[in-house]
């Protein structure tokens, strides 16, 4: 199984902040990684598919990049809305597995 | 607008039995690869099962593999999941969502196994 390591697993930052989200496949995955974001209870939200691409309706603030192992979700501008629990997941082979999630916070 | 409702949860114990399901609407159901995915509250996403848009193919988290059945019927626009033999570690939240890239999610079914 291919496993995804998230770090860090939580994060602190102010309303503007630039934020970084890293994700680590444990084998090589080629594009196939998807990010969530989730709110406490409700359903997570597609972000981004394909390591890059935004989901239609998704604001430009969130990006994404890597391919192989090592993969980035960036925000910038970092508003009151977008803080949330957000997840990778690859979809290069089965089973398919997220990572372990990071919350972001308000400082 | 896509709309996927989960239904079917509820309270069962230990070795018994839930049929969860999923009415999708808003988009052409057959087309899709869909799944379901399970969240204890507080902790992470799980994927638990998938099944090909024509039903031909279906995959299984090892931890439900032969004690769950994914199936889909498209006359009805509906995603299945047959539940048996369930363990407490079963228990969650159930989402399905639909393609291998989970574009869109429903709100989810809680399942809590327990005596």
């Known amino acids: 199984d291919i496993q995804m390591t998230q770090s860090p697993s939580s994060l602190s930052a102010f309303v503007g902040d630039r934020v970084t989200i890293t994700c680590r496949a444990s084998?090589?995955?080629?594009?196939?990684l998807a990010w969530f974001q989730q709110k406490p209870g409700k359903a997570p939200k597609s972000l981004i598919f394909?390591?890059?691409n935004l989901q239609s309706g998704v604001p430009s603030k969130f990006s994404g990049s890597g391919s192989g192992t090592d993969f980035t979700l960036t925000i910038i501008n970092l508003q009151p809305e977008d803080f949330a629990t957000y997840y990778c997941?690859?979809?290069?082979?089965?089973?398919?597995?997220f990572g372990g999630g990071t919350k972001v916070e308000i400082k | 607008e896509v709309q996927l409702v989960e239904s079917g949860g509820g309270l069962v114990q230990p070795g018994g039995s839930l049929r969860l399901s999923c009415a999708a609407s808003?988009?052409?159901?057959?087309?899709?690869?869909m799944n379901w995915v399970r969240q204890v509250p507080g902790k992470g996403l799980v994927w638990v099962s998938g099944?090909?848009?024509?039903?031909?193919?279906?995959k299984y988290a090892d931890s439900v593999k032969g004690r769950f059945t994914i199936s889909r019927d498209s006359a009805k626009n509906t995603l299945i999941l047959q539940m048996n033999s369930l363990r407490a570690d079963d228990t969650g939240v159930y989402f399905c969502?639909?393609?291998?890239?989970?574009?869109?999610w429903g709100q989810g079914t809680l399942v809590t196994v327990s005596s």
């Open positions: 969502a639909t393609s291998t890239t989970f574009d869109s």
């Open positions: 808003g988009f052409d159901f057959s087309d899709y690869w």
């Open positions: 099944i090909s848009s024509d039903g031909n193919n279906r």
């Open positions: 084998q090589g995955i080629s594009n196939y």
């Open positions: 394909g390591a890059s």
């Open positions: 997941q690859q979809y290069n082979s089965y089973p398919l597995t």
